[in-house]
């Protein structure tokens, strides 16, 4: 082991005690997962204690390279057959919604000037899955980890307030429950805020809910390619060049592909989502860590107005679509 990498331990062990205690600590605080108490823990620890100098380039490693280490174990999560589930037209509906967002999120970051990538990575939170998304695009798009950590602190705060205010809103909706489940599993931003939405309002709305919501998880490969794509269609690289992607990309879509096809043991695929909901939270932890007051409330406030004024075009579209087609 070289001197850099011998120098990279003592931040990656703290990161590891710290990322772990949050995750077991996570399930006696209803109000976050793990994943966000580790960021919110994470950015307190790193402005409250003046953390030593040594521990500096581990942090920064570690949330880094286990951010691309975790979407390999968050592939085993996707599953491409749910997709067929969904029937044509919710399927038609889905896709709709899902090519908007990022469209808008494209052109909305460049009219309100989001800064850095923030913008990028909420709008492809808020259309595909929330968290996940987040992590699978962002080593590919932002360099700057301080933009990762604000954005999912943006979309699962939208998520929240979407799972809390969206049973409301449709109680005074004389929608069928048909609608209700696409209106619920289109537009919220994770797995947990459409079963904690779709459920609170019934069984039978949950279920087409949380079908809506895998379709929209299985168009995360495809999303992470072309997004990618086109984020960087401006820095004049050739064909090749955008197809030479990274291997957590690559083990991301062949994990994916698999899962889909192959029926493996719910212990090895069980186990897979636990390490990687752990690694994940890890990650976050270490952003956290180097995610300063100032920066935060400069560019978290622009990043929750920008995600705030995409969720709610996200849901007049989705309402829309729910009163036209269904």
């Known amino acids: 082991m ?52 040594q521990l500096d380039s581990g942090i920064k490693y570690t949330g880094s390279k286990f951010l691309e280490f975790s979407i390999l174990f968050l592939a085993f999560d996707i599953n491409i057959a749910n997709i067929q589930e969904v029937g044509l037209i919710s399927f038609f509906v889905v896709l709709l919604v899902v090519v908007f967002v990022l469209g808008i999120t494209l052109y909305l970051s460049k009219k309100v000037q989001c800064p850095g990538t923030a913008g990028y990575l909420v709008g492809f939170g808020t259309a595909i899955c929330g968290s996940s998304a987040i ?71 949950g279920k087409t809910a949380i079908t809506i919501k895998l379709a929209r998880v299985a168009m995360l490969p495809l999303a992470v390619i072309l997004y990618s794509f086109i984020l960087k269609r401006g820095d004049n690289l050739t064909l090749r060049q955008h197809l030479k992607l990274p291997y957590y990309l690559w083990g991301f879509i062949l994990i994916s592909i698999l899962v889909s096809f192959i029926n493996l043991p719910s212990t090895i695929s069980d186990s897979m989502e636990l390490v990687g909901k752990i690694v994940l939270t890890i990650a976050m932890t270490a952003i956290g860590l180097k995610v300063g ?15 705030g004024l995409v969720f709610v075009l996200q849901l007049i579209l989705v309402f829309l679509m729910a009163f036209l087609f269904l």
């Open 293 to 307: 007051f100032k920066s935060l409330y400069s560019s978290g406030r622009k990043a929750v107005m920008f995600g």
């Open 2 to 53: 070289s001197l850099i990498q011998k120098s990279y331990l003592p931040g990656i062990i703290f990161s590891l005690i710290l990322g772990i205690s949050f995750y077991v600590l996570a399930p006696f605080i209803s109000l976050f997962n793990a994943v966000i108490l580790g960021l919110l823990g994470g950015i307190v620890i790193g402005n409250l204690a003046k953390l030593p100098s």
């Open 135 to 205: 992590a699978a695009l962002a080593p590919s798009v932002s360099k700057n980890k301080e933009d990762v950590g604000i954005s999912l602190a943006v979309v699962n705060l939208m998520g929240t307030i979407g799972m809390l205010t969206l049973p409301l809103i449709l109680s005074f909706i004389d929608f069928s429950s048909t609608q209700s489940g696409l209106v619920i599993g289109a537009s919220l931003h994770s797995v947990g805020n459409v079963a904690g939405a779709g459920y609170g309002m019934g069984e039978e709305i």
